[in-house]
């Protein structure tokens, strides 16, 4: 064979080894006339194991209400369209092309957290095709949705039939709906692990059934949101209840010494846990888990995660790991990072208090208990100035309305409050739903409490305890204590 030849098949080979992962444009165009001026935010889920969504993508929506999003991928993938902090869901395929028209309940607009209420952006195509996925998913989950909510307390709760309530319903679906084992089909996929919350209810305690049925197999579908819900509901908590990992196990690998290669070996014991790369999925789902419990160190775990990601032979286990740390990295260093505006409009860094601790209050003008609060935090100013830096956060969508606030009301406190200047991804990102909420930054900028004592729910007291008063006595430096 000459070499020519062999340079012709060797490309031919790159060709087809890579033509699969080419990422394709994706075009979404449409109208939000009542959302003019603002900015539209494509959010992509590469992360469905912890639910962290990047924003791929932004424009803003013109005086007609027209906006144009592109976007570059190679698989399908759960999106988010994203107006201020309302949401709709849909599903993006490479190659697509999408024209939708948005509308949104104007009062919901306005709240912070519209989801409470069950508002969301309503995206409709303008295109029917009842082929695309999105419309076949849709059409699915309205009536599994509807369907189990008929026996939502039977199923759940148990009965004396609950056997034939449960094959009641599968019957029912399965009259519109056949739906088979086909992990190269996502439509298909997605109605079978759906499928599959109805026999996690039934199998409770048969965890083996579910097991061999739904996870006991080659593939591991990372981008579907049907599959990674099941798997997360199944393997929650999986390492801390099972019966063939010991306490002392987790304790010593993880407490004592970061023990990675022997946690890995350890829990390849356990049957439903033989295969390598969902071994180490659980693992990672389950150290994330360990961040949050008390019982677990802290920084081990983390060390532990750091040593999966670089060791990890599956990239898509290292981009999981890196999604979760670079989320808690920036949640920590967000003091830092973030500017807001005051009242005059000039930006205002909040490093520029680092070496005071910063209480952060986020609130509306509109929230009556947000304003009760800035009474007690004008007493708290004035007792811990020097030792607590307090801020006021406006969260309100019109920024003349702030600004109006500051006007008649901004003389009578003496800290400063802020603007938020529209930055709802901070706000997402935060975890900010309900007002007023507060936010507690260590001297060093980062975040030291999430949800620290609110003004009239025990802020006095914690703020007593930690930041004693100096006596004389305690800094006088010619005053020396024998007893020492």
Same mark, same amino acid.
């Given at each position: 064979?000459?070499?020519?030849?062999?340079?012709?098949?060797?490309?031919?080979?790159?060709?087809?080894?890579?033509?699969?992962?080419?990422?394709?444009?994706?075009?979404?165009?449409?109208?939000?006339?009542?959302?003019?001026?603002?900015?539209?935010?494509?959010?992509? =889920?590469?992360?469905?194991? @912890?639910? %962290?969504? $990047?924003?791929?993508?932004?424009?803003? #929506?013109?005086? !007609?209400?027209?906006?144009?999003?592109?976007?570059?991928?190679?698989?399908?993938?759960?999106?988010?369209?994203?107006?201020?902090?309302?949401?709709?869901?849909?599903?993006?395929?490479?190659?697509?092309?999408?024209?939708?028209?948005?509308?949104?309940?104007?009062?919901?607009?306005?709240?912070?957290?519209?989801?409470?209420?069950?508002?969301?952006?309503?995206?409709?195509?303008?295109?029917?095709?009842?082929?695309?996925?999105?419309?076949?998913?849709?059409?699915?989950?309205?009536?599994?949705?509807?369907?189990?909510?008929?026996?939502?307390?039977?199923?759940?709760?148990?009965?004396?039939?609950?056997?034939?309530? =449960?094959?009641?319903?599968? @019957?029912? %679906?399965? $009259?519109?709906?056949?739906?088979?084992? #086909?992990?190269? !089909?996502?439509?298909?996929?997605?109605?079978?692990?759906?499928?599959?919350?109805?026999?996690?209810?039934?199998?409770?305690?048969?965890?083996?059934?579910?097991?061999?049925?739904?996870?006991?197999n080659d593939y591991i579908l990372y981008n579907n949101p049907a599959y990674m819900s099941l798997f997360n509901q199944y393997y929650e908590g999986y390492l801390y209840y099972s019966p063939h990992i010991s306490k002392e196990l987790l304790s010593r690998t993880i407490n004592e010494t970061p023990d990675y290669p022997t946690l890995f070996n350890e829990i390849g014991r356990d049957p439903k846990l033989t295969n390598a790369r969902l071994r180490e999925l659980v693992i990672i789902k389950n150290l994330i888990s360990f961040l949050d419990n008390k019982e677990f160190d802290?920084?081990?775990?983390?060390?532990?995660?750091?040593?999966?990601?670089?060791?990890?032979?599956?990239?898509?286990?290292?981009?999981?790991?890196?999604?979760?740390?670079?989320?808690?990295?920036?949640?920590?260093?967000?003091?830092?990072?973030?500017?807001?505006?005051?009242?005059?409009?000039?930006?205002?860094?909040?490093?520029?208090?680092?070496?005071?601790?910063?209480?952060?209050?986020?609130?509306?003008?509109?929230?009556?208990?947000?304003?009760?609060?800035?009474?007690?935090?004008?007493?708290?100013?004035?007792?811990?100035?020097?030792?607590?830096?307090?801020?006021?956060?406006?969260?309100?969508?019109?920024?003349?309305?702030?600004?109006?606030?500051?006007?008649?009301?901004?003389?009578?406190?003496?800290?400063?409050?802020?603007?938020?200047?529209?930055?709802?991804?901070?706000?997402?990102?935060?975890?900010?739903?309900?007002?007023?909420?507060?936010?507690?930054?260590?001297?060093?900028?980062?975040?030291?409490?999430?949800?620290?004592?609110?003004?009239?729910?025990?802020?006095?007291?914690?703020?007593?305890?930690?930041?004693?008063?100096?006596?004389?006595?305690?800094?006088?430096?010619?005053?020396?204590?024998?007893?020492?």
């Open positions: 064979m000459s070499k020519s030849i062999r340079h012709i098949i060797l490309l031919i080979g790159v060709w087809l080894s890579t033509a699969g992962y080419a990422q394709t444009p994706v075009t979404i165009t449409g109208t939000a006339t009542f959302a003019a001026g603002e900015e539209i935010r494509l959010l992509v =889920f590469h992360d469905l194991l @912890n639910g %962290i969504a $990047e924003v791929a993508t932004t424009d803003i #929506i013109d005086k !007609n209400g027209h906006f144009t999003l592109k976007y570059k991928t190679h698989d399908i993938e759960l999106a988010q369209l994203a107006i201020r902090t309302s949401k709709a869901e849909f599903f993006i395929v490479p190659s697509n092309s999408y024209n939708f028209t948005i509308t949104m309940d104007s009062v919901l607009y306005q709240t912070i957290n519209p989801e409470k209420y069950g508002g969301f952006l309503q995206i409709e195509n303008a295109q029917k095709d009842t082929d695309d996925l999105n419309f076949k998913i849709n059409r699915f989950s309205k009536y599994f949705n509807q369907v189990t909510d008929n026996y939502a307390f039977p199923m759940i709760y148990g009965s004396p039939d609950s056997v034939n309530i =449960f094959d009641t319903v599968r @019957n029912i %679906i399965g $009259e519109h709906f056949d739906f088979q084992y #086909i992990p190269t !089909n996502f439509y298909q996929s997605y109605g079978y692990y759906m499928m599959g919350e109805i026999d996690l209810l039934q199998y409770r305690k048969k965890p083996v059934f579910i097991y061999e049925k739904y996870f006991d802290y920084h081990n775990t983390i060390k532990l995660l750091e040593y999966i990601r670089q060791t990890s032979s599956f990239e898509k286990h290292i981009k999981l790991i890196n999604s979760k740390l670079n989320t808690i990295q920036k949640k920590q260093l967000v003091a830092k990072e973030v500017t807001f505006l005051d009242e005059k409009g000039h930006k205002t860094h909040l490093k520029q208090y680092e070496g005071t601790p910063v209480y952060l209050q986020i609130f509306q003008t509109d929230c009556i208990n947000c304003v009760r609060e800035m009474m007690i935090i004008n007493e708290l100013q004035k007792k811990y100035e020097g030792r607590v830096q307090f801020l006021s956060l406006c969260v309100d969508p019109e920024k003349r309305t702030y600004q109006a606030f500051v006007k008649q009301y901004g003389k009578l406190f003496s800290w400063p409050i802020l603007y938020f200047d529209e930055q709802y991804d901070w706000l997402l990102l935060q975890g900010v739903e309900t007002l007023p909420d507060h936010l507690f930054f260590g001297s060093d900028g980062t975040l030291m409490m999430r949800f620290p004592p609110a003004p009239e729910q025990g802020l006095p007291e914690y703020l007593q305890i930690r930041f004693p008063e100096q006596t004389e006595e305690n800094h006088n430096p010619l005053f020396q204590n024998r007893n020492k």
